[in-house]
C-alpha cells in the first residue's frame, strides 16, 4: 500500500520552501524518523522525516524546488503490511470492469455527458468554482499562484502583477481584498494622498525594482537563482528600509581589562566554553533592555500603541555560507554569562551547518550584529522589523588615551546602535549607547544598575 507524504507545517507563517537536499532514492528500504529530504525555509532548514517503514516508491521533488506547505513530496510503500496490499488490487480491478462495460453500452448517455463536462469546465460559472485556488497556472521560479482565475482576471484589470501581491489567505491564498489593497496602498504611498491604512503583513511589491536593462548589449553575463535566504533577506530588508525611518547613532567603548579578562577565561575553558565577545555584549545589551524597555518594544501602528515585550530575546547574526542567519537566544537577562557563551556556541554551529528550525529563528526583540572578527572601523546595520533597534559591532583597535598623566594604550571598540526614531528619541538613542559602553568599560555596573 502506497503511503503519500507530504510537506508538514512546520512553523507558523511559513507556506512554502525549497527543497535544498534529498537524503533516499527510489528503492531505499527507510525506517521511522528517517530523514527523507531537507526543507529550507524562513531562514532555516528543517529535516522531514519518515513517519512509518517502508520502501521508497516514487519522489515527486527534485533538489531546487519550491514546494508548498501540504505538497506531496514522496510516495512510501509500506512494509509492514502486506497482508492488507493483497485485498486492495482485487476490488479495484472488480470495479475497472464494470466500468469498462458500462462505458460502451449505453451510447445515448455517453453523447449527453460532454454537456456537464463543458459547463463544470468554465471557472466563473458558479461561485463554487470562483472561490477554488488555481494551481495550473505557474508562477515565476515554478510556483504555482494561489489565486482564483476571477482574482487573477481582477487583477489583470487593474493592471496589478499579481507576483508581487501577498496573500492573506491559507497558504498564502491571495482574494480580491488582497487585490484591491494592493492598489489601494500602492497609489496612496505614490500619490500621498490620504493616510496609509494599516497593513498586515508585508508586500514585497512596494519595494519591487525597476526594469532592469539588456546587460548582455554591453557584454556577456550569467544568472543564478536567489537561494531562499538571500530571497527573504532581500525582501526584510527592502520592507525595513522603506518603512522605518532609521538613524544610527555611534559610540566607542573602552574594553581593555574585559578583554584581558575573556583571553584570561579561555585560557583555563573548553572549547566548548569558550568566552566570545559576543557573548558578552548579549549580557550586556540584556541589562540595557531591561533599563531602557523602549528598546525592547514593537511599534503598532493599527492600535496606535507601543508594544512592550516582558521577556528578553536577543538574536545573533550569524554569518554562514549561504547567508546571514540571526538565531535567537531567549531569556537572556535570565542567565548568566558563561551559559550565553555555551548556547550561542551551540547555536553558532549549529546555524552554519544550517541544522537550526524556524523556532530559533523567532521572537527575537533586539539584534546583534558583531564584524569585528571581519574587519571595519564602523557600519550602520538596518534594523530588523517588527523590532525597533539594532547593535553593530566593529573591529577593535589599540589606542592612545590621555590619562590625566600620559597617553597610554587603550583598546577602543566602535559601536553603532541604529533605532526606529518613531519609538526612540536621539537622546535617547544617545543614554543607551552610553549606558552599554560604561558598563564594557566598567562591567560592576551590570549588578549596580541591571
Request: aromatic share 4%; proline share 8%; glycine share 8%.
Amino acid at each position: 500500500m502506497k503511503h503519500e507524504i507530504k510537506v508538514p507545517e512546520v512553523s507558523e507563517g511559513v507556506t512554502e520552501g525549497t527543497v535544498v537536499d534529498i537524503s533516499v532514492a527510489v528503492g531505499d528500504a527507510v525506517e521511522v524518523d528517517q530523514t527523507l529530504l531537507e526543507f529550507e525555509t524562513d531562514k532555516a532548514v528543517i529535516a522531514i522525516p519518515s513517519p512509518q517503514e517502508g520502501k521508497v516508491a516514487e519522489i515527486k521533488v527534485a533538489v531546487g524546488d519550491s514546494v508548498p506547505v501540504g505538497a506531496v513530496i514522496m510516495l512510501l510503500e509500506s512494509s509492514a503490511s502486506p497482508s492488507d496490499e493483497a485485498p486492495v488490487p482485487e476490488p479495484s480491478a472488480e470495479q475497472e470492469e464494470p466500468v469498462a462495460e458500462e462505458k460502451p453500452s449505453p451510447p445515448a448517455a455517453a453523447a449527453k455527458q460532454p454537456e456537464p463536462v463543458k459547463e463544470a469546465a468554465v471557472p466563473d460559472a458558479s461561485p463554487a468554482a470562483a472561490n477554488e485556488v488555481d494551481l495550473a497556472t505557474v508562477r515565476r521560479g515554478d510556483r504555482v499562484a494561489p489565486a482564483a482565475p476571477s482574482v487573477r482576471r481582477l487583477a489583470r484589470d487593474l493592471g496589478v502583477d499579481i507576483y508581487q501581491v501577498q496573500g492573506t489567505g491559507p497558504g498564502g491564498r491571495i482574494s480580491e481584498g488582497d487585490v484591491r489593497s494592493f492598489v489601494r496602498v500602492t497609489m496612496q504611498r505614490i500619490t500621498g494622498g490620504g493616510s496609509v491604512p494599516a497593513v498586515h503583513g508585508e508586500f514585497p511589491g512596494l519595494h519591487a525594482q525597476r526594469l532592469l536593462p539588456d546587460f548582455s548589449k554591453w557584454g556577456e553575463v550569467s544568472r543564478e537563482p536567489l537561494s531562499r535566504i538571500r530571497e527573504l533577506t532581500a525582501d526584510a530588508m527592502g520592507y525595513a528600509w522603506s518603512t522605518i525611518p532609521m538613524v544610527t547613532q555611534y559610540d566607542q567603548a573602552q574594553v581593555s581589562e574585559i578583554e584581558a579578562f575573556r583571553q584570561e577565561y579561555n585560557r583555563r575553558a573548553i572549547s566548548e566554553n569558550r568566552l566570545t565577545m559576543t557573548a558578552i555584549l548579549v549580557k550586556v545589551c540584556a541589562a540595557a533592555l531591561k533599563a531602557f524597555p523602549r528598546f525592547n518594544s514593537s511599534l503598532d501602528l493599527a492600535s496606535k500603541e507601543l508594544v512592550l515585550k516582558q521577556y528578553i530575546h536577543i538574536g545573533v547574526a550569524v554569518d554562514t555560507p549561504a547567508g546571514l542567519l540571526v538565531p535567537v537566544l531567549r531569556d537572556a537577562d535570565r542567565k548568566g554569562i558563561e551559559t550565553l557563551a555555551l548556547e550561542l556556541n551551540e547555536i553558532a554551529e549549529k546555524t552554519r551547518e544550517r541544522k537550526i528550525g524556524p523556532d530559533v529563528m523567532e521572537g527575537g526583540t533586539f539584534t546583534i550584529s558583531n564584524l569585528g572578527g571581519v574587519g571595519g572601523t564602523s557600519f550602520t546595520p538596518i534594523v530588523y522589523a517588527p523590532q525597533v533597534a539594532i547593535l553593530g559591532v566593529s573591529t577593535a583597535t589599540l589606542q592612545p588615551e590621555w590619562d590625566g598623566e600620559q597617553f597610554v594604550p587603550r583598546l577602543i571598540m566602535p559601536l553603532s546602535l541604529t533605532y526606529d526614531h518613531r519609538v526612540i528619541d536621539g537622546a535617547d538613542g544617545a543614554r543607551f549607547l552610553r549606558w552599554i559602553c560604561d558598563a564594557l568599560d566598567n562591567p560592576l555596573q551590570l549588578v549596580m544598575k541591571g
